[in-house]
């Protein structure tokens, strides 16, 4: 009797063992940098949300081999096979319940580095402030500030973990805030070329808008499912709930993004399908948490108010969008590839929108063909480019492509359009050229195989266009857009994209804003 208890204790044990044991491993070698709680230290955040980006693999590879150039140290003779595996799997499991992050940890994680009464007033270098370049580069988690004249860096710093989406200037190009999926946002001084204040906005962040007057900063985020707006100064002003009209639902949130002329935020959820708009017009309705409750009885749906979100009902959600160049419509697409147009003033759908695939649609460009108003956009599963005319929203052309891509670029002073193959199975090595009035491919730039080369920028003035060589030791490559040859290289860590000040503060048609 007592060896079959024995025997069976022998096979059960091991099995409390190892469900034990990662949440153990993980408070003994990875809770003083990542987290007791999981939520990001001088390390990222390792919940299921801050890894959906690392495959299970990466992953373990990570765990095993450490990470070059970061304080992550190899575990490769700390931890069997088995533990690795396990410490990966505990990883990729969501806590429940959820983290939460309160309005008290906003304010509590804001960091002013320095006194912005002591900065100077004017550029402290004597490039034109005004055809600098943001460069981010995910490599070693670095910025660098390019000069765009002489196409060659004068600051370099360190960003937080992980950046994601373009970096929004303040409409002086003074400022730029940068938000990290990890949900930090940073304020970064231009001018003086010094972070000035971060704060943490929440714990998965899609991205951030600026407002048009540069009074105001917003934060999309996906944990918690909210929207947090800032003052300029990153001083927490409201957070606002992705939740239903009745409350019962949550979402997260898909993207927010700037609307100068209408002087509002336009926001889209990932799990309701609605479109927000969010005034910051100070003529709107006053700052009123009562009007929550109003809103929800119905009573403020005519009048937005100020920093309150007025709902258009969709048929689908909207997992990106972008907009026309006067701010009447927004143009998305759901992960499944129903494409839509929705116009802002009649709050309602007004066209299907022919693009096959979720296009990474923030990248989209607009132009005029042949006298009308085009956009053009790429998709993550096919290789072709959609461009359909904004006058009646039919197709105009799909331009086949060398596989699917997942940025479009061009400038208003260039006839010409950079398309990538990111997601390509063939190669990742190709940038093609597409002639705005024609239509059509006309060149190939390609890096060696296996290389990514892809995200493009171009200089103020449309005579330069710089692309990624996106590897750890690869570099900004400059193309003369007059003779369309290569003629710089500046060396970087994976650049995974680069902004130009003038075509991001003027809103060029050819770039993302
Ligand atoms: Fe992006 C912008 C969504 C994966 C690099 N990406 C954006 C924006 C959105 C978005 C909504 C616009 C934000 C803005 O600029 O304000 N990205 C998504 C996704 O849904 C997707 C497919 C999956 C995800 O993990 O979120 C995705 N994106 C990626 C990548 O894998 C890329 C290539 C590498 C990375 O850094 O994660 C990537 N996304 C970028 C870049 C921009 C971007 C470089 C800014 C483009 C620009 O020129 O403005």
Redesign the pocket.
């Known amino acids: 009797m007592k060896a079959r208890l024995l025997l069976c204790l022998a096979i059960v044990w091991p099995l409390f063992a190892s469900a034990a044991e990662p949440a153990a491993l993980y408070r003994q070698h990875c809770a003083s940098c990542h987290g007791a709680d999981r939520l990001g230290g001088i390390g990222p955040a390792l919940l299921p949300q801050s890894l959906?980006?690392l495959r299970r693999p990466e992953a373990e590879k990570t765990i095993r081999d450490g990470r070059i150039a970061t304080q992550m140290p190899a575990f490769a003779t700390t931890f069997d096979d088995a533990q690795l595996k396990a410490l990966a799997d505990y990883l990729y499991q969501a806590e429940t319940p959820a983290p939460a992050w309160s309005e008290a940890d906003i304010r509590a994680s804001r960091i002013e580095h320095v006194d912005p009464a002591t900065l100077a007033d004017h550029p402290v270098f004597s490039a034109d402030p005004l055809n600098l370049f943001v460069v981010v580069e995910?490599g070693d988690h670095h910025v660098s500030i390019l000069d765009g004249d002489r196409l060659e860096p004068i600051h370099r710093f360190a960003s937080r973990y992980a950046l994601?989406?373009?970096p929004k200037f303040s409409p002086d190009g003074r400022y730029v805030y940068f938000a990290s999926r990890d949900g930090w946002l940073s304020k970064f001084d231009v001018w003086n070329l010094t972070t000035v204040a971060e704060v943490r906005a929440g714990l998965n962040t899609?991205?951030?808008?600026v407002s048009g007057d540069g009074r105001l900063v917003i934060v999309a985020n996906t944990l918690p499912g909210n929207l947090v707006v800032f003052d300029s100064e990153l001083r927490l002003l409201k957070t606002i709930a992705a939740t239903s009209l009745d409350g019962r639902q949550s979402s997260r949130v898909s993207?927010v993004?700037d609307a100068t002329p209408r002087k509002s935020f336009i926001a889209a959820l990932k799990d309701l399908p609605e479109v927000w708009e969010i005034s910051y017009d100070e003529r709107a309705a006053p700052i009123h948490d009562g009007l929550v409750h109003d809103y929800r009885m119905g009573e403020a749906i005519a009048r937005p108010g100020y920093l309150h979100p007025r709902r258009t009902p969709l048929d689908t959600v909207l997992?990106?969008f972008f907009f026309d160049q006067s701010y009447t419509h927004v143009m998305g697409a759901s992960r499944d590839g129903k494409g839509q147009v929705v116009n802002l003033d009649i709050r309602r759908k007004v066209a299907d929108l022919a693009l096959p695939g979720m296009p990474?649609l923030?990248?989209g460009i607009t132009f005029t063909w042949q006298g009308k108003p085009v956009m053009a956009s790429t998709n993550?599963k096919t290789g072709e480019v959609s461009v359909i005319g904004m006058n009646d929203w039919q197709l105009v052309k799909t331009i086949p492509t060398r596989g699917p891509g997942?940025?479009l670029r061009s400038h208003s002073q260039s006839r010409y359009a950079f398309v990538d193959s990111?997601m390509s199975r063939e190669g990742r090595n190709h940038l093609q050229l597409i002639d705005k009035e024609s239509l059509e491919v006309v060149r190939e730039f390609t890096a060696p195989p296996g290389q990514t080369l892809a995200?493009v920028e171009f200089t103020r003035d449309g005579r330069y266009a710089l692309a990624s060589l996106w590897e750890m030791d690869g570099a900004l490559v400059v193309y003369d857009m007059q003779t369309l040859q290569e003629v710089k290289r500046l060396p970087m860590k994976k650049p995974?994209?680069k902004?130009n000040v003038w075509n991001k503060t003027r809103k060029d048609e050819g770039t993302?804003h």
């Open positions: 959906e980006r995910s994601h989406g373009g899609r991205n951030a808008a993207a993004y997992d990106d990474h923030g990248s993550l997942f940025f990111m995200h995974v994209g902004y993302s």
